[in-house]
């Protein structure tokens, strides 16, 4: 029994939810979201927000029935507050520059790495070492904070890398003389 999947997704202000066929669409001040419903959850819309209940008494439905709920309030959330991922650059030399839709990244190799930002997506760099991505899709945003980590992941040394703000690396002492 999931005790997530119990409470239904509460709707604020300003946010509608529809169903059209398989697919449930939230609008909100920011955007619009749409989900593609599973066939094993049954999902209603209320005047308390969307319930989210397996359809059937399957194992299946019970295990997706936390995670359809989440999805769920993960559509509500960005539509009405929207999501944001910090990165941390560390090391000599290490920098980002987002210029329109791009984003430059000078990370120690012979050449600058160029990351195309997708379509809904906000990119900005306060400083050279910090990049702001933030957006109203979770997945979105976290997918694209994975790829630029991807480029130089937090080594255990010294520490230089990119990192997600509050992530704690672990550090490792260097050779005994």
Excluded at 144 to 167: F, M, S, T, V
């Amino acid at each position: 029994m999931s005790r997530i999947g119990k409470r239904p997704v509460a709707l604020p202000s300003g946010v509608t939810a529809t169903t059209e066929g398989q697919i449930l669409s939230v609008k909100g001040p920011k955007g619009t979201l749409t989900l593609q419903m599973r066939d094993e959850i049954a999902y209603e819309i209320g005047d308390d927000g969307i319930n989210v209940k397996p359809a059937n008494a399957t194992k299946q439905a019970r295990a997706f029935w936390g995670m359809q709920r989440t999805l769920v309030q993960n559509l509500v959330t960005g539509v009405t507050e929207g999501f944001t991922k910090t990165l941390e650059i560390t090391g000599v030399g290490y920098r980002a520059a987002a210029q329109g839709k791009n984003l430059r990244l000078q990370l120690g190799y012979s050449h600058d790495v160029n990351i195309a930002v997708p379509e809904g997506l906000e990119v900005k760099t306060p400083d050279q070492t910090t990049v702001e991505i933030s957006g109203i899709d979770r997945q979105k945003v976290g997918q694209l904070a994975a790829e630029i980590r991807r480029w130089r992941k937090p080594e255990p040394y010294k520490g230089k890398g990119i990192k997600y703000r509050g992530e704690y690396i672990f550090r490792k002492e260097g050779k005994k003389k």
